[in-house]
Every structure is written in C-alpha cells, then in structure tokens.
C-alpha cells in the first residue's frame, strides 16, 4: 500500500483552507483518510491575523515518512516550515 501525505481542501467557495492527511495514492482527494496530520490555512485566521498559519503534528509526519509515505510537493514545503522534514532527516542521518 503506498502513502501519500497530501492536502485536502476544505473551507467555504473563494475561503480556502486545507487538512494535511495520510492517505492511500490510489484514492481520490476527498476520500477516506488514514490520518489528518494538520492544518494549513493560506488565508490566515482572519483579518487581524492575514498571515498564513500551519499547524502540523511533526512527530506524526515523521513516523509516516519513516514508513515510507511520499510528500507532494506543497506538502514537503509545509513539513519544511513546521520543522517536520528536518527531523526526519535528522532521524535517518547516522
């Protein structure tokens, strides 16, 4: 069984906002999910917060990425912003 790490959208029309999750590759984007690992919200939280806000459960990321699950490419750079990535990389180096 191959994993991804991917984003599934959620949110309102025109207010996006994202769940970061483990799933089969074979499956559609709004498929069953093996596990949610975050959020991402490219909009912010609201006016008096634009900026974006990324919240990801670094040491579940991790172990899926032990395990093997693949990132696409927005997701690698999320899990690089919350620290997720570098801590997978820090495990594999002897």
């Given at each position: 069984m191959a994993v991804k790490l991917?984003?599934?959208?959620?949110?309102?029309?025109?207010?996006?906002?994202?769940?970061?999750?483990?799933?089969e590759a074979s499956r559609p984007r709004t498929s069953a999910v093996l596990e949610v690992l975050g959020t991402y919200q490219p909009r912010g939280i609201s006016q008096a917060q634009p900026d974006t806000v990324v919240t990801i459960d670094n040491d579940r990321a991790v172990a899926w990425l032990k395990n093997g699950a693949q990132p696409t490419e927005r997701v690698a750079k999320l899990l690089k912003v919350s620290g997720a990535l570098d801590a997978f990389a820090a495990s594999k180096a002897p």
């Open positions: 991917r984003l599934e959208r959620m949110g309102k029309k025109k207010q996006p906002s994202y769940r970061v999750v483990a799933v």
